[in-house]
């Protein structure tokens, strides 16, 4: 909860930081338009009367370019220092170089002029004694330093309003919650709720963490994670998750503490992919290294050699102006700008970027391996036959209310409405087979064939179930009991997300713990070759086939559950996670699909693409502004003032680049649906 404080602290932080920069921008355009207007007006109609005497004050124009050396320059003199102390060569030390340089040069010709001046002179000096040499004190100053600042208000605009959209969410969370003990009710902090706790949430109301309904109906605003007005039922049994809104008075068990809810999970796995560093970015941290040195060198070289052929205020202004042009920023800013922006526009598609690998060069997947239950299916099983008793029904209802599996939640549903109380039982999570559970003195185990041969003292074979269906046996060490045969459901859009991704020249494989019949049948059905389908492995075995695939050359996605598959995943190049977006599957996984939506597969693989293209875009129009504009600057074809406009637009097409992203945001539905 501290954390979620800071958050809503800092955000009235950054909204009184941006008003400030809101006036420093105004005052600097307004003084910028008046050089621009001087240096017209001076150039082309040096006897108009659209050019107030004022204007061209010495003084005036000394004091508009301190207040601007206040308010706006003082910035990147700061930062500069600030780096060169942590031993960091940045873009703010080529722009504190070009604009102080420009600053301290005006002050200069005010001192070596001071006897010749009058209280209204224009700030037009010819230094050197020659006509050729035309020179506004104090004009390249403000002009570069409010040029660079627009276009760094650009890019903190586009920032501030991706990480509003993306960090929106924390404002749901809520300080207190209404919790049952003893029968009555009493108010807590949210942040001391603790798992299996009971809690009300009355209508209206913001529900404070993850639970499950124990009493009562709803329609639920789950906006904050969908961005979509649409209402979800929830009832007995169902998920709810903090920072949603009930219509309904609901009582909800705890399932997970505040700092391990959903909300928190997304903001972290964001955060987290968005400070870390790709290819591109290490690439551009590089390009920056290395060209800030080489280009203060060409720099100085090009102040001795105009100073040498022309006079030292000719090099001074060449080498203004090489700094200024050469500014990196576009280089430093492209590519954590495009990631951020990918993370925004995927956040409102439910998808949730939690590391750094979808925006890695390297990382472009040829092949995709999809876990079976719950990913290629539903994981919506019905029960189709069963030789069990009522009695042993019952039991098994009991101990898959313990597990979260796909497979679990399906047979409590089949069930629920039959058995509304659950037994006494001490159940325990068998990893990546099954369930055991102690009742009435003896020990039972739920699980598939395998399970049963690991545990039986005895095998019968005789016993075995052949079916083209899942089959879940329930046995002792002794013997088995019975079994229950389900129906697994092919989700609707699996075939066409399957059928696309291989029109994408990617290999689809199908990695299950299912028997060979079953896993065979649901791989002819979508479209997955028998050849590529591995069957009856447990999770240890499915990272151990990804590890295979990746020593073979391909580069390998894995789209599981996130919480069985949480191995493989992390064993994966790219591991993508369905699911209620569980603290195991953003753990595990880079990129998690919340609401379960199959084709959101293909909508991360884009957006991922499209924003490693847009960093090369970026990155390709930076290096020819450089290789363009530098050679243009030595020469002294460019003033200051042309160079910081050149500049400004070279930084301001990186954030427009960068934003185009943003137009992934409105793709129309029929048009996604035409690409399947």
Not at 99 to 121: P, R
Not at 401 to 428: C, E, G
Not at 544 to 550: G, S, T
Request: hydrophobic share 45%; charged share 20%; proline share 2%.
């Amino acid at each position: 909860m501290e954390n979620i404080k800071k958050e809503k602290k800092k955000k009235i932080i950054s909204f009184d930081i941006l008003k400030f920069h809101l006036f420093k921008l105004i005052i600097g355009i307004i003084f910028l338009i008046i050089f621009f207007w001087t240096e017209f007006f001076v150039v082309f109609y040096p006897d108009s009367n659209l050019l107030p005497d004022i204007f061209v004050n010495i003084w005036w124009q000394f004091s508009l370019s301190t207040i601007i050396l206040i308010l706006i320059s003082y910035e990147y003199l700061v930062n500069s220092i600030k780096d060169i102390f942590k031993k960091i060569i940045s873009d703010d030390l080529l722009v504190t170089i070009s604009a102080f340089t420009s600053y301290i040069f005006s002050i200069c010709a005010i001192g070596i002029n001071f006897n010749e001046l009058k209280a209204n002179d224009w700030l037009i000096t010819n230094i050197n004694g020659t006509s050729d040499t035309l020179f506004i004190l104090f004009a390249a100053f403000v002009e570069v330093s409010v040029i660079i600042y627009i276009g760094r208000m650009i890019e903190f605009y586009v920032t501030e309003k991706t990480i509003h959209e993306i960090t929106a969410i924390n404002d749901l969370f809520v300080d207190e919650a209404v919790i049952l003990r003893n029968n009555k009710e009493e108010r807590i902090a949210t942040v001391d709720l603790k798992v299996n706790d009971i809690i009300i949430c009355y209508p209206g109301e913001t529900i404070p963490v993850d639970g499950m309904v124990l009493e009562g109906e709803a329609l639920i605003n789950e906006a904050s994670f969908t961005g979509e007005t649409n209402l979800v039922k929830k009832r007995k049994n169902s998920d709810v998750y903090g920072g949603t809104i009930s219509n309904q008075y609901l009582k909800i068990k705890v399932k997970y503490r505040l700092e391990d809810s959903l909300i928190n999970k997304i903001h972290q796995g964001i955060l987290k992919a968005k400070e870390a560093k790709s290819d591109y970015q290490k690439i551009a941290d590089k390009v920056v290294i290395f060209l800030v040195p080489v280009v203060l060198v060409l720099g100085f070289l090009a102040l001795t050699f105009w100073s040498i052929f022309s006079g030292w205020q000719d090099g001074l202004l060449v080498m203004v102006t090489v700094f200024v042009v050469a500014c990196p920023c576009s280089f430093a800013m492209i590519t954590p700008l495009s990631i951020l922006v990918a993370n925004g526009v995927a956040l409102k598609k439910e998808i949730i970027f939690n590391s750094k690998r979808p925006f890695e060069k390297k990382e472009v997947i040829d092949t995709i391996a999809f876990d079976k239950t719950g990913t290629i299916t539903t994981g919506k099983l019905a029960v189709k036959k069963t030789n069990l008793s009522t009695k042993y029904l019952n039991l098994i209802y009991s101990m898959e209310l313990y597990s979260n599996h796909p497979i679990a939640k399906s047979i409590v549903l089949n069930y629920q409405n039959q058995f509304k109380d659950r037994l006494n039982l001490k159940t325990q999570n068998v990893v990546g087979n099954g369930l055991k559970a102690k009742y009435e003195d003896q020990t039972y185990y739920l699980g598939s064939w395998n399970f049963a041969k690991n545990i039986l003292t005895r095998v019968d074979q005789k016993v075995f179930v052949s079916s083209n269906e899942l089959i879940i046996y329930l046995f002792t060490k002794e013997k088995i009991i019975g079994y229950l045969e389900l129906e697994d459901e092919i989700r609707e859009d699996a075939y066409n997300v399957i059928n696309s991704l291989k029109k994408k020249n990617i290999a689809i494989y199908m990695i299950t713990g299912d028997q060979k019949k079953v896993a065979y049948k649901i791989a002819r059905k979508v479209g997955i070759l028998e050849e590529n389908v591995f069957y009856q492995t447990l999770p240890s075995e499915k990272a151990e086939i990804v590890e295979k695939l990746k020593k073979e050359g391909h580069t390998v996605g894995f789209v599981g559950d996130g919480i069985n598959d949480s191995i493989a995943l992390e064993t994966s190049n790219l591991g993508i996670s369905l699911g209620s977006g569980s603290a195991l599957a953003l753990q595990s996984s880079d990129i998690t699909i919340r609401n379960d939506d199959l084709k959101l597969i293909n909508e991360a693989l884009d957006i991922s693409s499209k924003t490693l293209k847009t960093i090369y875009i970026g990155l390709i129009v930076a290096s020819i502004y450089n290789l363009i504009l530098i050679p243009l600057a030595l020469s002294g074809i460019l003033v200051p003032s042309i160079g910081a406009i050149a500049m400004a637009i070279n930084d301001t097409m990186a954030v427009i680049i960068a934003a185009s992203l943003k137009r992934l945001s409105f793709k129309k539905k029929n048009k996604d649906k035409e690409n399947l």
